[in-house]
Each structure stands twice: as structure tokens, then as C-alpha cells.
């Protein structure tokens, strides 16, 4: 404890140092579109004639300090907008110059602009395992179904393994979902993902950005041991009232946004909405366009709704309040019934003190999931499940701009409660009510030491279900060893106290349930070795290792690499071997056998290579990912679900035609086949729920299913090509048509989606499957 005081002192001290002021003064604003009023994120910001620059964060904010007193004039330059320039002057030392500026859109071509904010940012930060989304990436793949969205673009990304079409579910570097922690404007989601796997709970027009972490982020981040998603939407159109509506053969769409009320004032204090609402109709749809599936065709339907108000300062400060309803259902008929929904609403805020370079942000917020899973007895390898979660969750950042280097400290506060319900294959009943609390609080700096750059942070987390702290450093670097060619690593330890509970034998994997703090555990872990290890708690935890490097080949054209190693050092799972009640009368029976949890631990090493290259009109992108995922249970090793060796994504995207009003976007895919747990023979499962004196001879019994070794088999190989083409109609000023077909599947490959165990019937991923939408931006 003395030694974490001293850490904590340390910061401090670094952070306080930090705000003090010499000869010099802040020039720090905001750079907003002048059309719409959101803000221009990553935009270049620098003053003209000197070496100081930045660029702006996903509030379109920028900070440049340690400025020299003088005059100066600040430029601003964004592909597609022309620059814009203002006059500023810092007259004293400690000086806070505060500006806004205003981006209009240009028709001339300005891929010539020297001054890369992707490459100024690349060099100043260690970005170590991050990829961060915009709509306009979002767009440029294949719009299956008709209608772009980033569970699709989810998939191509290096690391990410989606399990298929239908059912898919996405595993980040070795990480089940339950690992994986998404952020919608800060309140956490459960589940992003609807159960088709090709759409998510976003609607792509109100995204402003999405920020994925693979692994090793820094100590702002917590509570999850693999990944991190972390989505912001926008405020709204502060100029006029807009929107879309759009139709496909899946679903529809409709998003409306305004001003509350307009500024007085250009720069001034706004009020701002955006509504939000999206549905399928392909249950009902397949029948008509979709009727040569295989049964049960496309069992799926979900509805999404999403609503925020913005109210802006006329210093760039405001605060939202948001709230979301999603819902999802799938039925397969001889398979299982699946059903869940989640609501939340929330608010966050931004502050910008008048008289102090720090940056205030903070959430507050409630969301709540249920699901269930019913089964059907002739392929269950699991009985009936049902989960709920609701809790509320809030956090305070504040973050600190000296020069090139930045501090930040907050803390974060949960408080949930689990519900959960599960029957097992030999009819063993696990239960579990829980409310707990988490507190956690982080400190992290960023040292820029000429061409080395590192962030060291650390996080301490408390469980309160568990009476459990968390000491957690984390660490990355960056060395610039030339203009072009960039060093870089990151690593920590992490923790989390949910778990799902999945069972690997199932058919079809939907259902996850959330638990926390689960005390039914062995008082003991078998490792690998032989040797045991006592059980202290149910914590979760992992440590992430990652070493790459960047290299920019030409301006268009960059490769980045990353090897890494994720060890799970302790695991919990459900115990799929229960037998018995966890009473006195079974207490000479092993734990293995009657506790309703397990532990394993686990091992994920891998590589990814990520080609990226734009020219034009033309933008390529290529990954190849090798990983390998190890689990022990205790008892044995086995390949998890979701363990796949090879994984590539090809993507392209063209525009093309008269002012480009054309686009072909295209999408191939493959990966290595999955682990499975096969069948090898059936038997007579004799119940004996009669009388004591029946006669088992001439009693008829249940079908029972006698698996081979967990996992040992593997799937055949998956892979699939898509393509999609788009045609721009330009209505007016404001009013544009989009018009689009695509084409998943384009060679009808047959992939395996599963095969009943009981009739042997085998049920193949999508087929080939042409689909158009349009939509009427106004």
C-alpha cells in the first residue's frame, strides 16, 4: 500500500507540475462545420510560420500550449474543406486565447496539403492496437443489406474474428464478448450487436466516431480484460432541420436532427435533437425475395431507437442527455428461441474553464439488458436461460494540455445488479442474484522526449462483491526512428469481475448472460503442471504484451504490424460438469462435480498486418491475421469457439463517373474453421422419475447425446465475397438521393452455420444474396 501512495504521489506531482506557466500562453478552441454546426474532428490546427500544430479531438477541441508571447495567425486545413485562417495575440505570460472556427466544403482537391494531422498524431501518440471509425470509413464498405453499418466494418479489423452471418458474435484477439466493454456516449451497451450479425445497434448517421482498442489501452480504461469500444454520436444540426429516411429489402431507417433553437449569434450558445429510429422486416421479407434459404430462412427482427438533446455554451462547453431502446428476436425452430432488450438513458457534458488549460468532461448514466434463451429439447445440450443486468454507471476525466505532452486523471463509479438463471444438460439448476459496486480511479501522462514517446498510467480498481483492489499499471511507447518508420509496444495488467454463461457445446451461440462476483467456486486450481494454486477470489484478470511498428511506404500508402500476447490468468466459467447440489451430503464429491463455477486460464498470441492504401479515388485495404487461443479448464486444454488461425479481409472502394457521383465498394473474406465439440453416438437416457419400485426394463427413456472431446474438431473454412454499388442523385442544395445494390455471397459459397446433432441436418450461412435500398438525404 505504501508503494502504491508513493506512485500516486508521483503523478501528482507530475500532473500539477504540469499546469504551471513561464513565458508563455495557450491558444486553444473550437473547429466546427459551417454547414451543419458539428464539430470538425481530426482536423489540422497550427500556427503559421512555426513548428507548433496539433489536431482536433472528436469535439472538434484543440489546445496548443507553451506558445511564445507574440502574434500569430492560426490555420486550419481538412481534406474536402477549404482552409480557414484567424489572428490571434498573446499579450502576457499564462494568457489563455480562446477562438472558434468555421470549415466550409470545397470541390477542389486538397490531397496535396502537406501538414497530415493522421501522421502528426501518429508520431505525437503511441495508438498502440487502436483503429478509429468515422462514418465516411463506415461507408466505404459493401452495403449488405442495403444500408452500411459497423458491425460490418467491425469485422475487417485486425484481430477481430466474427463467428458468421447469422448468429455471428465478434471476438477481439482471443477475447470472448463479455470482454469486450462498449461505450455509446459513454453509458455502457451489453450487447451492440443484433443476433443476424450484420447489423449493430447503431444507427451509422448519427455516429461522429468509434475508437476501437484491440489491446493494451491505457488506465483511462477499465473493467474489461480485452478490448475496448468507445462510441460518440452527434449533437444535432445547429442550422436547419435535416434528416434521412431510407428503405431495403431488410429494414428501414429514419433519422431527423435540428436546432431547438439557432444561436443569436454566430458562435453562440445552441440547442440541438437528433432522433433516431431503425427496423427489420426480413422475417417477413425472405418469404418474398429470400424464399430458396434453407429452413428456417431468415428467422430475424429488431427495432432500434435513439433520441439526444445538446445544449452548447458559447465557449465550446455543453451537456446531452440521451436515451436508446433496442430490442431483438430470432426463433429456430428446431434449435432455439432467443429474445433480448436494452434501454438506457444517460447524460455527459464538456467543460472548458475560463482560466485553466484543463479539459472537464464526465457521464452519467443507467442502462438495463434482459435476455432469454428457450430451448428445444431434441438439440439441447443446455436448458432454458435467462439474464438481466441494469445498473448505473459515471465517471469525471480531466485532462491537462502542456505543450506536447497532456496529463489526465478521473475515476469511475458502477453499481449493477445480475440476475441470472441456467439449467445444464443433466438438469442441475445454477442461480445467482448480485448487486455490487465499482469504484476505480486512474492517472496517465504522455512524455514527448523528442522522437520517444511514452504514456505510462495506472489504474487502481476496487470490487466491492468481491472486497478485491486492483492495482493495474499499464504502459506504451512510441520511438520515431525516422520520419516514416515508427517503433512501438504497450502492456498492463487488466481485471473484470463479469463473466457469460455460455455453454461450447451449444448448436447455436446467442444467449449470453451476465454474472458477477461468483463465490461457488473450488478452493482450489489444478494448473497445467500438476501443481495447484488456492483460490483467493473470482476476480478475472489478463496481461497484454504488444510490440509492432509503423511504416508510412509512401504518402497513400502505410503498413502497420503488431504481435501480441494476451495471458488470461485466471478465468471464470460455468461448470459444465455439475452433478450435484453444493450441499453437506455431497461434500465428499470433488468441486468439479457440484460448484457451480469454474476456473481456467488461458493463452492468445498472435499477428496482425494491416496494408492500408488511398490514391484519389481509389482506396484499398488489406489484413492478414495468425492467432492462436488456448484454454485450461483444470482438467484439460481445449481451442475455445472461437479460436481461428488464419483470418484475411480484402476491402476496396472506388468512386468513379461525372463528379463522382458513383461508388463500387467490394469485400472478400477468409478464415480457417472453427473448433467443434462432434457427436459420436446416441444412447438411452433413463430418467428414473417413477416410482422406486418401476421396472426400468420396459420403461421408455430420454435420447441422449455422447459427445467426442471438448472442441477437438474443426469446421470447414469459411469465405465469402461481397460487393455493392452506389449511384448519388443530387437533388438540390441540401436534398440528395442514394440508390444502391449489393450482393453478399457473390459466389454462393456454402459455409456451415450448423448441423442438428439428432437428425444430422446441416443448416449453411447466408447464401447468395442480392439486395438495393435507397435513401433520401434532406
Do not use: C
Not at 17 to 27: E, K
Not at 153 to 158: A, D, E, K
Amino acid at each position: 500500500m505504501h508503494r502504491l501512495r508513493i506512485l500516486f504521489g508521483l503523478f501528482a506531482f507530475l500532473f500539477l507540475t504540469s499546469m504551471g506557466f513561464s513565458q508563455t500562453g495557450s491558444v486553444r478552441g473550437f473547429v466546427y462545420l459551417e454547414k451543419t454546426g458539428e464539430p470538425a474532428i481530426f482536423t489540422n490546427v497550427f500556427l503559421k510560420g512555426t513548428t507548433y500544430g496539433t489536431s482536433t479531438d472528436d469535439n472538434g477541441y484543440f489546445n496548443m500550449t507553451k506558445i511564445p508571447l507574440g502574434k500569430y495567425t492560426v490555420v486550419t486545413s481538412s481534406m474536402g474543406y477549404e482552409s480557414t485562417e484567424a489572428e490571434v495575440n498573446i499579450e502576457r505570460a499564462g494568457q489563455i486565447v480562446d477562438f472558434k472556427l468555421y470549415l466550409k466544403e470545397t470541390s477542389i482537391d486538397l490531397k496535396t496539403v502537406t501538414i497530415s494531422a493522421e501522421k502528426q498524431e501518429a508520431q505525437n501518440t503511441v495508438q498502440m492496437s487502436v483503429t478509429k471509425l468515422t462514418p465516411k470509413d463506415i461507408k466505404k464498405m459493401p452495403a449488405v443489406g442495403g444500408d452500411p453499418d459497423l458491425a460490418q466494418y467491425l469485422q475487417v479489423l485486425p484481430g477481430v474474428v466474427f463467428t458468421g452471418d447469422q448468429g455471428g458474435q465478434l471476438y477481439i484477439r482471443g477475447g470472448s464478448p463479455i470482454q469486450n466493454k462498449v461505450l455509446l456516449d459513454g453509458m455502457i451497451i451489453y450487447n451492440p450487436f443484433h443476433s443476424i450479425g450484420l447489423f449493430s445497434v447503431f444507427d451509422t448517421d448519427v455516429l461522429r466516431t468509434a475508437d476501437v482498442y484491440t489491446g493494451g489501452f491505457s488506465a483511462e480504461y477499465g473493467g474489461r480484460i480485452s478490448s475496448i469500444m468507445d462510441i460518440k454520436t452527434n449533437d444535432g444540426n445547429k442550422q436547419r432541420i435535416s434528416g434521412k429516411i431510407g428503405a431495403t429489402t431488410f429494414g428501414s431507417d429514419i433519422m431527423l436532427e435540428g436546432p431547438l433553437s439557432k444561436p443569436k449569434t454566430r458562435g453562440g450558445g445552441s440547442k440541438t435533437f437528433i432522433l433516431s429510429a431503425k427496423t427489420s422486416y426480413i422475417d417477413r421479407t425472405s418469404d418474398v425475395f429470400y424464399d430458396y434459404i434453407d429452413e428456417p430462412g431468415l428467422p430475424y427482427n429488431f427495432t432500434d431507437l435513439y433520441g439526444k438533446i445538446s445544449l452548447g455554451g458559447s465557449n465550446g462547453s455543453k451537456v446531452n442527455f440521451f436515451g436508446f431502446n433496442f430490442n431483438d428476436q430470432v426463433d429456430f425452430p428446431e434449435v432455439a428461441a432467443f429474445e433480448w432488450n436494452q434501454w438506457g438513458l444517460g447524460s455527459n457534458f464538456v467543460l472548458i474553464p475560463a482560466r485553466s488549460t484543463v479539459l472537464i468532461d464526465g457521464t452519467f448514466a443507467y442502462s438495463s439488458y434482459e435476455n432469454s434463451a428457450l430451448e428445444r429439447e431434441a438439440t439441447a445440450a443446455a436448458g432454458d436461460r435467462r439474464s438481466l443486468i441494469n445498473g448505473f454507471n459515471m465517471a469525471m476525466n480531466f485532462t491537462n494540455f502542456n505543450g506536447n505532452n497532456e496529463s489526465k486523471f478521473g475515476f469511475e463509479i458502477l453499481g449493477f445488479t445480475t440476475d441470472f438463471s441456467f439449467e445444464n444438460s443433466v438438469g442441475q439448476t445454477i442461480e445467482q442474484v448480485e448487486n455490487t459496486t465499482e469504484i476505480a480511479g486512474y492517472l496517465q501522462y504522455k512524455f514527448n522526449f523528442g522522437k520517444l514517446v511514452v504514456e505510462p498510467s495506472f489504474r487502481l480498481h476496487y470490487y466491492a462483491s468481491l472486497s478485491t483492489f486492483s492495482p493495474e499499471p499499464r504502459l506504451g511507447f512510441k520511438f520515431n526512428l525516422t520520419d516514416n518508420f515508427r517503433l512501438k509496444g504497450a502492456g498492463g495488467l487488466y481485471s473484470q469481475n463479469l463473466l457469460s454463461a455460455t455453454s461450447d457445446r451449444d448448436v447455436v451461440n446467442l444467449f449470453y448472460g451476465f454474472l458477477s462476483g461468483p463465490n461457488s467456486l473450488p478452493d482450489e486450481f489444478t494448473n497445467e503442471d500438476g501443481s495447484t494454486t488456492t483460490i483467493d477470489d473470482a476476480l478475472q484478470t489478463a496481461t497484454h504484451a504488444i510490440f509492432g511498428f509503423e511504416y508510412d511506404v509512401t504518402r497513400n500508402f502505410n503498413v502497420n504490424v503488431e504481435g501480441y500476447y494476451k495471458w488470461f490468468t485466471q478465468l471464470t466459467n460455468v461448470n459444465r460438469n455439475k452433478l450435484y447440489d453444493d450441499n453437506s451430503a455431497n461434500a465428499s464429491q470433488p468441486d468439479v462435480l457440484k460448484k457451480d463455477f469454474i476456473v481456467e486460464t488461458g493463452d492468445v498470441y498472435g499477428i496482425d498486418f494491416t496494408f492500408k492504401y488511398d490514391w484519389k479515388q481509389l482506396s484499398l485495404y488489406a489484413v492478414y491475421s495468425w492467432s492462436k487461443v488456448e484454454r485450461w479448464d483444470g482438467l484439460q486444454t481445449y481451442f475455445p469457439i472461437f479460436d481461428r488461425r488464419h483470418n484475411v479481409n480484402l476491402v476496396g472502394s472506388y468512386n468513379f463517373g461525372k463528379d463522382l457521383l458513383w461508388t463500387v465498394d467490394a469485400r472478400w473474406n477468409f478464415g480457417s474453421g472453427f473448433p467443434l465439440t462432434q457427436t459420436t453416438g446416441f444412447y438411452e437416457n433413463l430418467t428414473f422419475q417413477g416410482p422406486i419400485d418401476q421396472d426400468y426394463t420396459s420403461q421408455n427413456g430420454e435420447l441422449g447425446i455422447r459427445y467426442g472431446d471438448l472442441n477437438a474438431g474443426r469446421l470447414p473454412t469459411y469465405h465469402r465475397f461481397d460487393v455493392s454499388v452506389k449511384r448519388k442523385f443530387v437533388l438540390s442544395e441540401n436534398s440528395i438521393l442514394d440508390a444502391n445494390i449489393s450482393v453478399t455471397n457473390v459466389y454462393n459459397r456454402e459455409n456451415i452455420f450448423y448441423v442438428n446433432r439428432v437428425t444430422s441436418q446441416r443448416v449453411n450461412q447466408l447464401p447468395i444474396l442480392p439486395s438495393a435500398g435507397v435513401s433520401l438525404t434532406f
